[in-house]
């Protein structure tokens, strides 16, 4: 049990874009999402004796989750730009999570939808991430994962067909 430090360094490289995105998915704002992609790695590092490598991916996505859910708790007053016509209009909130109440439940919408992609195939989950957040090529997902490229193909599009059956329903509503 444990991560080394050469495996930490790859975990780092192989999942900071997927951590990094999620975040962002949820703040959008690049600059936090550093913050707490950084935060989250070095949680990462201080805890790595104590968790097993195949388990690192999923701790990942609930730390950075998790820190990115109490920063939207704690800061209660944020400031939003609108552009209107060609005028900048500055308004304030006190709370961020009536602002961000309809745009998290898309994303937990999305996140309930990726985490039965998740469950139901694990290589179906990494190459959707990768071809639809990340806009890699099927070539490029190859490449990157070890499968061929028709597999990455027949993945995705096994993926695809999936999602449709089973969240007809949703997408009616």
Known sequence: MGISEEKFRELHEK???LILRQVYDMTK???LAQDICQET???LYSYRDRIEEEKAKGWMLVVSYNKTCDWLRRNKK???IVEKNSDVVVSSAENPLEYHAAEMDNQNR???ILRAVREKN???YEMLI???YFGMSKKEIAERTG???GTVDTYLRRCKKWLKARFQDVKEK
Do not use: A, G, I, R
Request: contains cysteine; glycine residues 0%; charged residues 30%.
């Open 15 to 17: 999942y900071k874009n």
């Open 29 to 31: 704002d690049y600059y």
């Open 41 to 43: 790695f070095l949680k």
């Open 78 to 80: 944020y400031y939003e």
């Open 110 to 112: 999305c996140l309930h």
């Open 122 to 124: 694990e290589d179906w």
């Open 130 to 132: 990768l071809f639809d």
């Open 147 to 149: 499968f061929p490229v």
